[in-house]
């Protein structure tokens, strides 16, 4: 070799015939290795790539709801105001399908059953693990909100809404002013408080024969932050028995509530509740 090289030091022609003839060893020993060997490198690249999008592909997942239903607020607690919640475990299969639902906890044992009753109806998309679907044990908690007019009946332990039996009269009907007996002082909502809101609330509601109110339905308000005070309000306020021709009637009227927020931390009755129902002019009970 280094008598060749001697040779070829000052001579390009033959340096590159060396080149060349290198070259084509190098072609022919890469041609002469196995298939699988000369794409070694590619093949390991595309498992690599395959197992990661596997994995990717294979995460673990919970059970997701699909199908639901709510409870109906239990019939044994209507008027009685009360709000709560059940919690229930239940097994979701591989299908979707709920079994094995049992109570964990529940604020009223009514509350328990209502739950039980809906949650056998629910479908899911299963949990699943290594891209499989399973079963699985999950917690549901249900809550239960008693409507506006189930919480004022446990308020005031009577029903302050029901249906009325007989004609009721309208205000100029009745012919004669509303007198009020014992009156309530509407709340400031506490949650408004340093909020400078003082609104006027309108509530419709009949007066009973016995004096007390029935059905107090709000007009209009504009928070409604305003309305369970006002409907409370009307609701403990008393009349007079409304009579004519010497028979106790039911006669239908309307007032105006004025909320103020000054001095309702010390006393609330600094809120005015007052009837001005005029004679015999149809307008409407004022309590600004």
């Given at each position: ?41 590619l ?9 990661f ?20 607020y239990?019939?044994s607690?209507?008027?009685?105001g ?42 899911f ?5 290594d ?5 699985a ?11 506006i ?5 446990g ?23 509303l007198?009020i ?58 009349y ?47 309590m600004?």
């Amino acid at each position: 070799m280094a008598c060749l090289s001697q040779k070829t030091e000052h001579n390009p022609s033959a340096m590159n015939y060396l080149i060349e003839q290198k070259s084509a060893q190098n072609r022919a020993f890469d041609t002469a290795l196995p298939q699988k060997s000369r794409h070694f490198h590619l093949y390991f690249a595309t498992a690599l790539l395959a197992l990661f999008l596997g994995s990717a592909q294979a995460q673990d997942t919970q059970p997701k709801p699909i199908e639901t239903s709510s409870p109906e607020y239990p019939p044994s607690l209507l008027d009685s105001g009360m709000d709560g919640t059940a919690i229930i475990t239940v097994i979701v299969k591989a299908d979707g399908s709920v079994s094995n639902a049992t109570i964990k906890s529940a604020d009223h044992p009514a509350f328990g059953k209502a739950a039980m009753d809906v949650i056998g109806s629910w479908r899911f998309s299963p949990a699943t693990k290594d891209g499989k679907a399973i079963d699985a044990d999950i917690t549901i908690p249900m809550e239960f909100t008693a409507p506006i007019h189930q919480k004022l009946n446990g308020m005031l332990g009577r029903n302050a809404y029901r249906l009325i039996p007989e004609p009721i009269l309208e205000q100029k009907d009745f012919g004669k002013k509303l007198k009020i007996a014992q009156k309530a002082s509407p709340q400031y909502p506490y949650a408004l408080r340093g909020s400078g809101i003082e609104p006027k609330v309108h509530v419709k509601f009949v007066v009973a024969p016995d004096g007390t109110t029935l059905n107090p339905e709000v007009l209009d308000a504009p928070r409604r932050e305003f309305v369970m005070p006002a409907i409370t309000a009307v609701a403990r306020t008393i009349y007079q028995s409304p009579r004519k021709d010497g028979k106790g009637v039911y006669v239908s009227t309307t007032i105006t509530l004025k909320f103020k927020e000054k001095g309702e931390e010390v006393r609330n009755d600094r809120n005015i509740f007052r009837d001005t129902t005029p004679s015999t002019k149809g307008d409407e009970n004022r309590m600004p």
